[in-house]
């Protein structure tokens, strides 16, 4: 049979899966999971009950290896050029179950949800862009962090060294054939200890919810440490329904620019009880509810920009269910548009610098979820 | 009918008791004058898994006397929990004299308030050097010889492979990750150290294989002592080099056995006895499994489980 001769659609391996499986576990919430497969990585969607759609990306170099093969769609030479243009357009997807893939990458209980290094480098958010598409601008990024990064690099690789010592890591080759294939992992944790072999049956993809943020329109940005959104959301007890968040501009927001900062912390100061809190995350249930304000300091709030009052209100379930992904984490943006469509991307640091000296430093991983608002009447 | 005894190992004999508690609540315990057997082949066991080993009583206890009128043997019916519940006290006052103070524990049949009991004497000391005695009685019935006699060893063919198992806490990870997504698991073996574990289900078929496991040369129980008193560092050395010409010619036939998941996790809890684990795959029948109990240089006895086949028609 010609098919079974060509080469397979994806061929990936690595030699730690626990960085992988804590991405997979970041939006792990849905069972059923849609991969596609392109040539600069893997991105890994779900979706809840048509209102939540948090997707993984997760770039070809954090994978020792990475072999994308674009699947030819038929065999028929009506017109070729076009055709393998096509085919480059095309990207592989199928759709998984997730928590069996994670289970399996477990297998061996070594890809424990310790996936992250605790050593959280300080990373800066690239300037928050509308889509990942502009390629140059993380090249500058990462070329303006290299010789910063090659210091981490030096510390880390002691730490890594220390790190293998005492922990046992799983290795995994992944292969998927094409469309109707199963998904096949070999997993194995030791040169001479066992091997496990698994096909994860994949089924067609089905359409996903588009949820196109309009950047152009954005009310709010906010870009904040991610265990100062984790801390507030992992306080909201499960009986809450609703979370509203509220932005206000930030007080004399144009003389904050030119101003001193201890200036403005102490006109802040002297006019904060008549200044609303720049955002506010108020949660409400059958119990009660609870208010949550962030200061109005650097530390906390990166950036921030908002040009009027912003208030929108979500399902309290589908903004907690990015806690897990923030559990990794360590940066988030957090944007709402006019339509108070909100987008969270939480940057997921990798564990090990990818950027060995002479090699380009590649994009981090990142999650991202988009959550629809509550309709105010209801 | 008289007992009464030294616990000399608390530890190995809490462990033991740890792994029958997980897996039924009574069982049944038969003193003879060497031997200590523990049997549980309760019918309604998950997947119908028993339990039934035999120990050296010098590998758990001393100053050991036994009477009675069954030809010396005394058997007992009693609560796993119970029984658990009264080592732990015995393990824990173990621990406090470890300052340096012989202590002890006697074990005997009593009788009071006109129910049979095993009655554990602990005598221990406090961190601050007082005495102290704890007394735990353990409920039983005793057991007439007529009954003891019905209890039978299930009936087994000739295994077609026996296998030496890696660590026990090793299967016991994977096993657990792969019971949430099958009910069965199915373990394969040949005659050059192989060996599977898997499961099929329409969403997932994982395979996990060891190799270069040992396969015991041997083909009766009996001989399996003969092999841990004196073989095993004979055996070790012959892993790896398969030359055996009296073995079946094919030494890479698997030989496959479905048995419960659950069952075999239930059986997975020995690993805090185990030092040593041989399994035997009766090809669609059963699953023997022997685990020796502490070091093997000195193996005081054998927890033997039978895992019965699940008779599949699928596709395993």
Redesign the interface.
């Known amino acids: 049979m010609p098919t079974a001769q060509l080469p397979p659609v994806l061929k990936a391996s690595v030699h730690d899966v626990r960085y992988l499986a804590g991405l997979l576990r970041g939006v792990n919430f849905v069972n059923k999971a849609t991969v596609t497969v392109t040539d600069t990585g893997i991105t890994i969607t779900v979706e809840e009950a048509r209102s939540l759609l948090a997707t993984a990306f997760i770039f070809a170099d954090i994978f020792d290896e990475f072999v994308y093969n674009a699947e030819k769609p038929s065999l028929e030479n009506s017109s070729q050029a076009s055709d393998s243009e096509d085919a480059e357009q095309e990207n592989a997807a199928f759709e998984i179950?997730l928590g069996?893939l994670i289970?399996?990458l477990?297998?061996?209980?070594t890809a424990g949800a310790s996936a992250s290094s605790s050593s959280s480098r300080a990373r800066r958010w690239k300037r928050d862009d509308d889509d990942r598409g502009s390629e140059n601008e993380d090249d500058n990024d990462g070329r303006r962090l290299g010789p910063n990064r090659g210091g981490d690099a030096g510390n880390t690789s002691i730490e890594q060294y220390f790190a293998s010592g005492s922990e046992k890591r799983t290795g995994m080759r992944m292969s998927y054939a094409g469309s109707g294939y199963?998904l096949m992992l070999i997993i194995a944790e030791e040169a001479?200890?066992?091997?496990?072999?698994?096909?994860?049956?994949t089924f067609d993809p089905e359409p996903h919810l588009e949820l196109p943020f309009n950047a152009n329109e954005t009310e709010l940005k906010i870009i904040l440490k991610s265990s100062w959104l984790r801390d507030a959301l992992s306080e909201l007890d499960p009986s809450f329904e609703k979370l509203t968040f509220i932005g206000n501009p930030p007080p004399e927001s144009a003389a904050a620019t030119g101003a001193q900062t201890s200036a403005r912390r102490k006109s802040a100061a002297r006019s904060g009880a008549l200044q609303p809190p720049m955002l506010r995350i108020q949660a409400v249930g059958g119990f009660g509810s609870i208010e949550m304000d962030y200061p109005n300091d650097r530390e906390v709030l990166e950036t921030f920009e908002c040009a009027q009052r912003v208030c929108f209100s979500y399902r309290a379930v589908h903004v907690t269910r990015a806690l897990r992904a923030l559990q990794n984490s360590t940066k988030t943006s957090l944007r709402i548009d006019s339509s108070g469509l909100m987008s969270l991307q939480f940057l997921m640091p990798s564990p090990v610098p990818r950027s060995r000296p002479g090699t380009k430093s590649g994009t981090e991983a990142f999650i991202d979820f988009k959550i629809l608002p509550l309709d105010d009447d209801l | 009918m008289r007992f009464r005894t030294t616990i000399s190992n608390v530890p190995t004999f809490f462990r033991i008791i740890q792994a029958i508690e997980k897996l039924q609540r009574k069982f049944v315990m038969k003193f003879t004058e060497t031997e200590l057997h523990i049997i549980c082949n309760h019918e309604a066991n998950e997947g119908g898994i028993q339990v039934w080993s035999q120990i050296k009583v010098d590998s758990l206890f001393t100053a050991y006397r036994i009477q009675s009128n069954a030809n010396n043997e005394i058997s007992l019916a009693l609560s796993s929990e119970a029984l658990l519940l009264a080592l732990k006290s015995a393990t824990a006052s173990a621990e406090a004299g470890a300052a340096g103070d012989v202590d002890e524990v006697v074990l005997k049949l009593a009788k009071k308030n006109g129910h049979a009991v095993l009655s554990f004497e602990i005598a221990g000391a406090t961190r601050m050097g007082k005495s102290v005695r704890v007394a735990h009685d353990v409920r039983i019935d005793v057991m007439k010889p007529t009954d003891v006699a019905l209890l039978r060893e299930p009936m087994c063919p000739e295994p077609d492979i026996h296998i030496l198992l890696p660590p026990l806490q090793k299967l016991r990870t994977i096993v657990d990750r792969m019971r949430p997504m099958s009910d069965i698991l199915a373990v394969r073996a040949n005659n050059s150290g192989r060996l599977t574990l898997s499961i099929n289900t329409d969403s997932v078929k994982i395979d996990t294989e060891w190799r270069n496991c040992t396969n015991p040369k041997m083909s009766s129980f009996a001989l399996y002592f003969v092999v841990f008193h004196g073989e095993l560092t004979s055996l070790s050395a012959r892993e790896g080099s398969q030359e055996e010409p009296d073995e079946p010619p094919d030494p890479e036939k698997m030989f496959t056995v479905l048995v419960s998941i659950r069952s075999f996790l239930k059986f997975l809890n020995s690993h805090v006895v185990s030092t040593t684990t041989i399994a035997c795959v009766c090809q669609h029948h059963c699953m023997i499994l022997y685990v020796y109990i502490g070091d093997v240089a000195d193996a005081g006895g054998v927890l033997t489980f039978y895992i019965p086949a699940i008779i599949d028609d699928g596709d395993h």
């Not at chain 1, 477990?106 to 209980?109: A, C, E, M, V």
């Not at chain 1, 001479?192 to 049956?201: K, L, N, Q, S, V």
Request: net charge negative.
């Open positions: 179950p069996t289970e399996c477990n297998i061996f209980g199963p001479d200890g066992p091997t496990t072999a698994c096909e994860i049956t």
